[in-house]
């Protein structure tokens, strides 16, 4: 009996380790979108320009159909934005899945 409670134990933790990886990502939570705006395809940074979306794409994932869309940096000076554009995208329109692409050519 004792070994059925252990792996009952260890299911429920495993469930839960599933659940929580599906829930925000501790960093995302812990960007900040102050001072990044959506207006219509385009992020801007405090009224400057900053990414622009360059793709949006409905394809058929795990059984159901998504929206997937792309931005892309305009300018280096904003790849630090990267994820806090995808934060604001997931407030704005959550059934998305956001990419972003950085306008630096080394990889951070």
């Excluded at 792996?7 to 929580?20: C, H, K, R």
């Excluded at 990414?51 to 998504?66: C, F, N, P, Q, S």
Aim: proline letters at 3%; a neutral charge.
């Amino acid at each position: 009996m004792q070994h059925l409670s252990r792996i009952l134990a260890s299911l429920f933790l495993l469930w839960v380790s599933i659940g929580l990886q599906a829930c925000t990502p501790a960093v995302l939570r812990r960007t900040s979108i102050e001072g990044l705006s959506y207006k219509g395809t385009d992020i801007y940074y405090q009224n400057e320009l900053c990414a622009r979306m360059t793709a949006l794409e409905i394809a058929y994932d795990h059984g159901k159909i998504v929206r997937e869309c792309t931005f892309v940096i305009v300018d280096q000076k904003f790849d630090a934005y990267a994820l806090g554009i995808i934060k604001l995208m997931r407030e704005k329109k959550p059934e998305w899945e956001v990419e972003v692409e950085l306008k630096s050519p080394e990889i951070q």
